[in-house]
């Protein structure tokens, strides 16, 4: 990993920030990709727990992305917010940490 950070620093002038601001945004992708080809292959049921998992999985990276910029702001990963991520999906989770900001 650092071999992969050095040598984006050096050939393209990239620095920390912008190498995990660049990752964070390759991983959406793939991410999104990946949801949409397994929501096409899978019914209702797993469309349901295809998003249980990926906003169980986002609220992980939320807490852990905003606990390394030092922001004390954390949904905590329980049945109840499982369920929401479940029904509302990604914009699930932007409401939960929108409600924690309350």
């Known amino acids: ?3 992969i950070k050095l040598w984006l620093a050096q050939n393209l002038g990239m620095n920390e920030g912008e190498i995990i601001g ?3 945004i390759v991983a959406a ?3 999104v990709c990946g949801i949409t080809y397994l929501k096409r292959k899978l019914g209702i049921l797993g469309g349901f727990l295809i998003r249980a998992g990926a906003g169980t999985g986002l ?3 939320g807490n852990y992305v905003l606990s390394l910029s030092g922001i004390s702001l954390a ?3 329980g049945p109840v917010s499982v369920l929401t991520c479940a029904i509302l999906g990604i ?3 932007f409401l939960m ?3 924690m900001l309350i």
């Open 29 to 31: 992708c793939i991410l």
């Open 22 to 24: 660049a990752g964070i």
């Open 59 to 61: 609220i992980c990276l």
């Open 75 to 77: 949904v905590g990963v």
């Open 91 to 93: 914009p699930g989770v």
């Open 97 to 99: 940490y929108g409600i």
């Open 1 to 3: 990993m650092e071999g």
